[in-house]
């Protein structure tokens, strides 16, 4: 950028189960920059079917997991929902030595603990446009499982509370897709051209 702005920085983009932040993310990717370096995180839960290992997640066994852990190459990991959830550390740190911005989706858990870490990164939170919303959204991707769908959405509803906590909030409602992609683009680059103490 210049002697006064960064010239790349970490996007944390975070939000309840359901929200829409990998079709935010999809819809970003769409642009295809090259400045941009979109995290993949480590799961051990099962891949479903329109998920391509290695782009949408990288899904190890737990075995695999807990090597990872104990070799400390995640930059932080929770278990969501039964599942262990990781983000690699060498991806990220080679994209910054290139200079590209870093973009990380995660839970709302994980959201803080990274804002603890890179106390100079950007957190974004996406948030439905009503509760209800949010609800149909998940009980269109429930598993069958009445208890999880009751989880997910008490957990979720918890999740919105924390919202302050973050830098940005943007709504993604129902047909709202495009425009919420083009708010955390227009987020990014004007966090770029803050000006920055020498």
């Known amino acids: 950028m210049g002697r006064w702005t960064r010239d790349n920085i970490v996007v944390l983009i975070t939000g309840p189960s359901g929200v829409g932040k990998d079709a935010v993310i999809s819809k970003l990717k769409e642009a295809g920059r090259g400045d941009r370096h979109y995290s993949v995180t480590a799961t051990t839960r099962v891949k479903r079917s329109d998920e391509k290992d290695g782009v949408d997640y990288f899904f190890l066994n737990e075995e695999q997991f807990r090597i990872g852990i104990a070799n400390a190459e995640f930059l932080e990991w929770a278990i969501v929902y039964g599942n262990f959830y990781g983000v690699p550390k060498d991806q990220i740190e080679q994209a910054l030595a290139r200079k590209k911005d870093v973009i990380i989706k995660t839970d709302v858990q994980g959201a803080e603990t990274l804002k603890r870490m890179i106390p100079n990164g950007v957190s974004i939170f996406v948030a439905p446009s009503t ?67 020498l």
């Open 131 to 197: 509760d209800r919303e949010l609800q149909a959204r998940l009980a269109s991707r429930d598993s069958g499982h009445n208890d999880d769908h009751h989880l997910r959405l008490a957990t979720a509803i918890e999740e919105l509370e924390r919202i302050p906590s973050f830098d940005y909030v943007v709504v993604n409602g129902d047909g709202m897709l495009d425009r919420s992609a083009e708010q955390v683009d227009a987020i990014i680059e004007a966090e770029k051209c803050k000006i920055v103490s």
